[in-house]
């Protein structure tokens, strides 16, 4: 998640601009002033669904930004649309956090199922809740992991929202999670969002990507953990080895957004 560009200088400006995604915005407003330590229930402004804030992290907020003002950051190219068509059976969410993104898709796609793979429990709690509210159960599957190009455990920084990412040597490990291997699941699926904080590039670099790429992929991609010292040359390189074609790039801080099709 790329915060520092998108925020705007005076704090009073950005929860006022956030608090008008939603019906309630004086609500909102004052969540994000006295940041309360349970998740506050709101109504989407454009009517398109039910999402659980979390106040006292600012990152559910943010996230809600990103999502669902103005110009989303998965707001899908047309090129990737055309692509896709009307026939899209299955979108693998890869780094659902609160579910928000997840019902962004849902909502674009609604013969679609889901599947979301969350590795911190603190976020799939909120994931689940949020499903539910939505009435998003019945076409999801969430699965309460990390993603990797195999399994195991993996060392797992938690609790930080849309940050929560797997440790490095500089870390106080927070706890152990289980990993999956994410190429089975991304085998053959129509649509994949992923961005898991420098995770990503485990996934990119296995060549099995390459034998059965998802027909369209959303992206976020981080110089954490990059393979290479430029992040979008390097995704660049990793999404063609896969057979995959960039329709949309937008760099962004120290990594980037983009869309790409098989």
């Known amino acids: 998640m790329y915060r520092s560009l998108r925020r705007v200088a005076h704090p009073v400006a950005w929860r006022a601009r956030r608090a008008r995604l939603v019906t309630s915005p004086g609500a909102f407003f004052w969540g994000e002033v006295r940041r309360p330590s349970t998740p506050r229930r709101y109504r989407l402004a454009d009517g398109s669904g039910q999402v659980l804030i979390r106040h006292h992290n600012h990152e559910d907020s943010f996230i809600l930004s990103e999502i669902f003002e103005g110009t ?15 026939d899209v059976a299955s979108i693998v969410d890869i780094g659902g956090n609160i579910g928000l993104a997840a019902l962004w898709f849902a909502r674009a796609f609604p013969g679609a199922r889901l599947t979301i793979v969350e590795a911190d429990p603190t976020n799939a709690d909120v994931l689940e809740q949020t499903l539910s509210l939505n009435g998003l159960g019945d076409r999801s599957t969430v699965i309460r992991a990390a993603a990797g190009a195999h399994g195991g455990e993996l060392p797992f920084v938690l609790g930080l929202g849309g940050r929560s990412h797997a440790a490095t040597a500089a870390d106080v490990v927070t706890t152990r999670v289980a990993m999956i291997d994410a190429l089975s699941l991304i085998a053959g699926s129509d649509l994949l969002k992923m961005d898991i904080e420098g995770g990503e590039w485990a996934i990119l670099s296995d060549p099995r990507l390459g034998d059965d790429p998802p027909r369209a992929l959303c992206l976020e991609y981080h110089l954490w953990q990059c393979p290479g010292a430029d992040p979008t040359a390097t995704v660049r390189t990793l999404l063609e080895q896969a057979g995959l074609h960039i329709v949309a790039l937008r760099e962004e801080g120290h990594g980037g957004v983009v869309w790409a099709v098989r």
């Open 72 to 86: 989303s950051t998965y707001a899908m190219p047309a090129d990737v649309r055309r692509a896709l068509g009307e």
